[in-house]
């Protein structure tokens, strides 16, 4: 008898691994959303997608602040080296039914036929294509905004990958990821509340878990998408993924990613010759009491990170207080409305320079 040798089916391969690395550093506390897409990735990458559709069909359902567009931006980052490389339709601009023309163009004979341009054609779609990744990621953004029209128009997108234009060409959106993101059920998700969101008070002894918590939402969730959305339309459909708000450790990291970003920021705006910046523990905890809401998720943790790091730095850069070499240290003392900023002595710039590391 011939010897069997067990295989292992939850292994990934190397494409799907590093691109699964990748959106854990940018996307934080949604497990489940990275993991639909690496698992959607890597059967585009072997072939064994389906034919005739697109590579994946996603509803993000949750409130806002989550980081349902996020995983877009972040996807198209990883992918494609640009977090901008993603066709992004805006549903509230497509309320009613006239309007679906500026995704598909006006018929010939109709006035303005010459002047209307598709959005969603095919060169839109190939456009950020590179040599090797051949993949459109389309982005429609709080889907339950859109008229009837556009909801038709998807139907044909998401069963056949095919939509047609006004005048007669087709598009092929086999190989596109669609997205569509939604708040429907935020209020009733956010009712429940989350155990995890707060610093001050300890949460009840009989209150529920953070995976019971998070498992009510994903039923809330789906059940409101049902209600609002055909059956035909839920069916074409190849996950419902719900977002669930943020607890603290998550908000420390975004803390974190988002300093991250304006470094970046700051050397951007300094044309490679940048100031030295330094973020004390009590800076971080201060930006994270100020932006935690559990209503806006981390965009008010931006928001605060705005308002209390950027603007009062861009003041300091354009009243000439910091200078290209300067190394300055941000700190915060209890009870104070805002950060302490100061220049830091050029003996600390070892400091600087582990941190960039």
């Excluded at 039914?97 to 002047?115: C, D, F, T």
């Excluded at 905890?285 to 998720?297: I, K, Q």
């Excluded at 009243?319 to 050029?346: C, K, M, N, W």
Aim: net charge neutral; hydrophobic share 40%; proline share 4%.
């Amino acid at each position: 008898m011939a010897r069997l040798s067990l295989l292992d089916p939850t292994k990934t391969g190397r494409e799907a691994a590093d691109l699964k690395k990748k959106l854990r550093r940018l996307v934080v506390g949604q497990e489940e959303a990275i993991h639909e897409v690496v698992r959607t990735y890597q059967t585009h990458v072997t072939g064994l997608s389906p034919t005739g559709r697109p590579i994946g069909n996603f509803l993000f359902l949750g409130p806002t602040g989550t980081g349902k567009t996020r995983i877009v931006e972040a996807l198209a980052q990883s992918l494609l080296d640009d977090p901008k490389a993603v066709i992004k339709i805006d549903c509230g601009e497509f309320q009613h039914s006239h309007e679906v023309a500026k995704l598909i163009g006006s018929p010939p004979g109709y006035l303005g036929h010459r002047e209307t341009h598709a959005l969603l054609s095919q060169e839109a779609l190939n456009r950020h294509h590179t040599e090797k990744i051949k993949i459109s990621l389309v982005l429609f953004d709080e889907i339950e905004k859109a008229s009837d029209a556009v909801w038709n128009l998807l139907l044909g997108i998401l069963d056949k990958g095919i939509l047609t234009l006004g005048d007669n060409r087709k598009v092929d959106f086999s190989s596109a990821m669609v997205f569509l993101t939604s708040n429907l059920g935020a209020a009733e998700m956010c009712a429940l509340g989350n155990p995890q969101l707060g610093f001050h008070s300890a949460a009840p002894e009989d209150a529920p878990s953070h995976q019971e918590v998070g498992d009510r939402m994903s039923r809330i969730g789906v059940a409101a998408a049902r209600r609002k959305f055909t059956p035909e339309f839920i069916n074409r459909l190849d996950k419902i993924v719900v977002f669930k708000p943020l607890g603290e450790e998550e908000l420390r990291t975004v803390v974190d990613i988002e300093l991250d970003i304006v470094r970046e920021r700051i050397l951007n705006a300094t044309a490679g010759q940048p100031f030295g910046l330094s973020i004390t523990d009590s800076a971080r905890e201060f930006l994270l009491a100020e932006g935690t809401d559990s209503r806006y998720g981390a965009r008010h943790l931006k928001r605060a990170i705005e308002r209390l790091l950027i603007q009062p730095l861009s003041n300091l850069m354009a009243s000439g207080q910091i200078r290209r070499g300067d190394y300055i240290r941000v700190t915060h003392s209890a009870g104070s409305p805002s950060l302490i900023f100061y220049e830091a002595a050029a003996s600390q710039a070892w400091e600087f320079a582990s941190r960039a590391a």
